[in-house]
């Protein structure tokens, strides 16, 4: 049974490019849900994905977008990258309508601006 | 605003002894705590998730109390071992949206 995936691992891009990562969920897990984790920093949330849309959204800026496919797999997409968007990027999958509410977390994905 | 607080200092115990772990929060009573461990460069994992009418709850070496009048948290490690070396962060439910809120993490290290 595949955990969740992320990809790419690493990720080296230029402030003001655009970028993309990708994540697939747990088997048998509908929601994808995004998190910015700086150094030394806690997770923090950006947005949730379920039934294809985005059902909840941390504050994060509108750079910050992301898409649903039909599969579950989801993207997170960052325009206009700044400096401060470095950071490792995780996805966690859960199961809609879980009492225990727990989340799955990827590997993550280490994205340096420059 | 909601904060919620761990000791960003790492703690440092003996192999064999009782780990403790706090985690407080202000302003709001959430439905659920969670904690997780996270290792270097990895994604979190998830531990332990106690909710608000429950007092304690265990797993294995584990153990997490809840208290809401205190709004604060305890995570300890029995018996540990320098295999539990690791970033403990914990996470609450803010407005009853089930979206976690985490905390910093507080870094434990268990010496040998």
């Known amino acids: 049974d595949a955990g969740v995936t992320q990809s790419p691992t690493h990720l080296i891009k230029t402030r003001g490019q655009q970028v993309t990562l990708r994540c697939s969920p747990k088997s048998g897990h509908d929601t994808v849900s995004w998190y910015q984790q700086a150094l030394g920093q806690g997770p923090q949330f950006i947005f949730q994905?379920?039934?294809?849309?985005?059902?909840q959204r941390g504050n994060f800026p509108d750079r910050f977008s992301g898409h649903q496919f039909p599969n579950y797999s989801s993207e997170l997409n960052v325009n206009a990258l700044l400096l401060g968007d470095s950071a490792l990027y995780l996805c966690a999958s859960s199961l809609a309508g879980q009492i225990s509410y727990e989340q799955y977390f990827g590997p993550g994905t280490r994205l340096t601006v420059t | 605003s909601q904060k919620i607080e761990q000791n960003s200092e790492a703690l440092n115990i003996q192999e064999g002894k009782t780990a403790t772990l706090t985690c407080n929060y202000t302003n709001y009573s959430p439905a659920y705590l969670q904690w997780y461990r996270q290792d270097p460069g990895r994604g979190p994992v998830f531990l332990l998730l106690i909710r608000e009418n429950e007092k304690e709850k265990r797993k294995e070496r584990l153990k997490v109390t809840f208290d809401t009048t205190l709004k604060q948290s305890l995570f300890h490690i029995t018996a540990s071992q320098p295999a539990d070396s690791a970033t403990y962060l914990c996470a609450l439910d803010i407005g009853g949206s089930y979206i976690p809120t985490f905390g910093r993490g507080t870094s434990l290290i268990v010496h040998p």
């Open positions: 994905y379920y039934e294809e849309e985005e059902r």
